[in-house]
Nanobody, 120 residues
Framework: QLQLVESGGGLVQAGGSLRLSCAASGRTFGSYTMGWFRRAPGKERRFVAAISWRDGSTTYADSVKGRFTISRDNAKSTVYLQMNSVKPEDTAVYFC?????????????WGQGTQVTVSS
């Protein structure tokens, strides 16, 4: 089992910044591709970003490219999502996920989510 706990959500004004953290415990964090997803009000959960355990390569949804940055600290078993130039449409519950297969298509583990609200 891998336990994931998100933190850092809150209320931020449009154009501002926020950093989300996801602390992992349990299994070997370094062998999982880590990712962030979000679920906006009334919508399905969608992929935001991922970072590979193999080479640290990153992928992003088009909607956040150039504004969000995913990073990981394997020594601290933590993955981060730096959110800059946020927009009201970024309002959502953000979930951390871990995938042993590296594809992030069907994550093996999920966090409980943290709310991000962007005011206009």
């Amino acid at each position: 089992q891998l336990q994931l706990v998100e933190s850092g959500g809150g209320l931020v004004q449009a154009g501002g910044s926020l950093r989300l953290s996801c602390a992992a415990s349990g299994r070997t964090f370094g062998s999982y591709t880590m990712g962030w997803f979000r679920r906006a009000p009334g919508k399905e959960r969608r992929f935001v970003a991922a970072i590979s355990w193999r080479d640290g390569s990153t992928t992003y949804a088009d909607s956040v490219k150039g504004r969000f940055t995913i990073s990981r600290d394997n020594a601290k078993s933590t993955v981060y999502l730096q959110m800059n130039s946020v927009k009201p449409e970024d309002t959502a519950v953000y979930f951390c996920a871990a995938d042993a297969s590296s594809s992030m298509s069907t994550p093996d583990y999920w966090g409980q989510g943290t709310q991000v609200t962007v005011s206009s």
